[in-house]
């Protein structure tokens, strides 16, 4: 059976992610994904309203042209996880495919909000809900099967597409964790099974690759978080935490240790109260009964009036903006365009690193600066990654034993620390280690 890939998007740079595999006549595709830096240059985008050719130009989303090239049908798109450089392609592009929609139950719900919220398409793919550990027939030869990791979203998988070939598992994205907050630990058992019964190639998340060490645990970011918090049990002024919307395990942790130092935790922000509202919804948190979300302008600003009127040091506002993108709360209370007043003292926990991509950095910079004129106190890096590491890649390729290994998920420098963990390990380039570009397509058996 024939087995080519083709390397859509995501393999130049940490966004817009997408991959399709060939097993003979039969395609699956991995991902759909947004560039968001590519949004972000641009203030007044908004990508819901904007048709994909457009989208595409600006390189916000993949170019799959590429996708005329392979002979068969798409049997299944597949994003692995909710954040939006897998899944913020998804309304611009499923329809084209005449195939299901795949994925864990979270993140199917993130998606149909994806879909329900654009402007141009009108998606009609048939959403499925799959639970790690779940299988899938793909045509009459192939099976497709999510396996569990850990990664900083919740109900996060590898999927792995299992042909007469051998196994094709998608890495993105995950890290090793044992002891998360919130789902299970990663499956490595699965993984080394699948390794015993033979992986034809293996396409990896190389965002870390260049970091010596293992990454921590999200239980590590936790006692980091709980540390810093209840360090400031005393202080009578105003505290704002930010991080990832989208990260449910470290916003159920803001809202428990708020609660400890006697403060009444408020989510503020559009993609806060998407995630977390859908997050609760589904019965996936904890979450107290009268706990606050706001995600419409009128509801935040009114939240904000009454924390001013009762007392900044009764409430813990859980806001968006942690890479200072302009139109996010933290920024906009950093310009003085919100009713919450911050005053010299006031801490700013930042539960979050900055992407290293320059738009963030600059945009980040940027917040933090105007924070501080206002004469607030930063907290920064109270976080841990939800990517691997060197060790964890190695542990990785230990497992699974892949004859053919794809980087994925950075540009060229970024990827240089797993080719040269790679060839360190016997793999050599041209022959089954495959450093690629958008728009590729590799064929790994004829």
């Given at each position: ?272 109260e998407q995630y977390s509202g859908t997050a609760d919804r589904l019965g996936i948190t904890d979450y107290p009964d009268d706990l606050e979300m706001y995600g419409r302008r009128n509801g935040i600003d009114n939240a904000f009036k009454r924390i001013m009127n009762e007392g900044k040091e009764n409430y813990l506002p859980v806001v968006t903006g942690h890479q200072g993108e302009p139109r996010a709360m933290l920024t906009r209370m950093g310009r003085g365009e919100t009713s919450y007043e911050l005053d010299e003292g006031d801490k700013v926990l930042f539960s979050a690193r900055v992407i290293p991509e320059p738009t963030n950095e600059g945009q980040r910079y940027q917040a933090e600066t105007l924070l501080k004129m206002q004469g607030a106190r930063i907290y920064d890096d109270i976080h841990v990654s939800g990517h691997l590491s060197q060790e ?55």
């Open positions: 059976m024939e087995i080519e890939i083709a390397t859509i998007g995501g393999y130049e740079e940490v966004g817009r992610q997408m991959t399709a595999v060939r097993a003979g006549e039969d395609i699956v595709i991995f991902d759909m994904g947004l560039n968001l830096s590519k949004v972000l240059i641009h203030d007044n985008v908004r990508t819901e309203k904007m048709h994909s050719l457009d989208l595409i130009d600006m390189g916000a989303i993949p170019d799959d042209r590429v996708m005329s090239d392979l002979d068969g049908d798409v049997q299944a798109i597949v994003p692995t996880h909710g954040h939006l450089d897998h899944i913020g392609a998804i309304s611009k592009l499923a329809h084209r495919y005449d195939a299901p929609i795949v994925a864990t139950p979270f993140t199917i719900e993130l998606v149909r909000e994806e879909i329900r919220d654009d402007d141009k398409f009108d998606v009609q793919n048939e959403l499925v809900k799959m639970d790690p550990g779940g299988t899938m027939s793909i045509g009459d030869d192939c099976e497709l099967e999510f396996v569990n990791v850990t990664h900083s979203i919740i109900d996060a998988i590898n999927p792995v597409l299992h042909t007469p070939e051998g196994a094709v598992v998608y890495g993105l994205d995950k890290r090793i964790d044992h002891t998360p907050v919130i789902g299970d630990p990663i499956d490595m058992k699965r993984f080394r099974e699948i390794g015993r019964e033979g992986v034809l190639c293996y396409i990896e998340d190389c965002t870390n690759a260049n970091k010596k060490g293992k990454t921590p645990s999200e239980s590590v970011a936790r006692a980091q978080l709980k540390d810093v918090m209840h360090s400031l049990e005393d202080y009578d002024g105003g505290i704002v935490a930010t991080t990832f919307s989208s990260h449910i395990a470290r916003v159920s942790s803001l809202v428990e240790f708020a609660e400890d130092i006697g403060r009444q935790p408020i989510l503020l922000g559009r993609s806060m964890g890649h190695y542990q990785m390729l230990d497992a699974l034993q892949p004859e053919h290994l794809i980087p994925a998920h950075q540009n060229l420098k970024g990827l240089s620390g797993y080719v040269e963990l790679a060839s360190s390990e016997g793999y050599k380039i041209g022959r089954d280690l495959h450093p690629t570009a958008n728009g590729n397509t590799i064929q790994l058996v004829e």
